[in-house]
């Protein structure tokens, strides 16, 4: 368990590697702690997860199976740290931010957090057949594509800006 901790480290805060069992219990590691860092996510997911409003970085490729859950919750920054890098879904994606505390996914070069660095485009979301992907009020920047589609998509009050190529491929 942890909980009510401060946690200050020179990389990332907390490293999570997803293909390693992670119980659903779990979900509670994250809440009640603060960190001056990035919680590096990388791997595929093995259950269902609701991430707390934090700071995220995606450092491999994430994969989101068939019949599991993810949920971000309003005002959660998911940066990808390399070129190229997708999150694919096949089960749910669930991102509801709100007007003022809206969810941002982009590139880790993005200048509006990392001024003076180069732009590098991550690939953006890809969800597959039978996939269930929800954006509300949600960001997405600095993606070759943002979203591309092969399932159920509901998108409102979100941004898609900064593509290198469609902002929806469906």
């Given at each position: 368990e942890f909980s009510n901790n401060s946690i200050n480290s020179g990389e990332s805060s907390i490293y999570i590697n997803l293909t390693n069992y992670l119980p659903s219990e779990y979900n509670d590691i994250l809440?009640?702690?603060?960190?001056?860092?990035?919680?590096?996510?990388?791997?595929?997911?093995?259950?269902d997860?609701?991430?707390?409003?934090?700071?995220?970085?995606?450092?491999?490729?994430?994969?989101?199976p068939k019949d599991v859950n993810v949920k971000f919750a309003a005002g959660s920054r998911i940066l990808a740290a390399l070129t190229g890098l997708s999150v694919t879904v096949q089960g749910t994606l669930n991102c509801v931010g709100t007007s003022s505390n809206p969810i941002l996914f982009t590139s880790i070069n993005d200048p509006t957090i990392e001024d003076g660095k180069s732009i590098?485009?991550?690939?953006?979301?890809?969800?597959?057949?039978?996939?269930n992907l929800t954006f509300d009020y949600v960001q997405i920047?600095?993606?070759s594509t943002p979203i591309k589609s092969g399932g159920e998509i509901k998108?409102?009050?979100?941004?898609?800006?900064e593509s290198s190529s469609y902002g929806v491929y469906i």
């Open positions: 809440r009640g702690n603060t960190y001056d860092n990035y919680i590096e996510l990388l791997g595929t997911f093995q259950n997860f609701d991430f707390p409003k934090s700071n995220y970085t995606l450092s491999e490729a994430i994969d989101i590098t485009y991550w690939a953006g979301i890809n969800s597959k057949a039978y996939s920047r600095y993606a998108l409102t009050n979100s941004i898609l800006e």
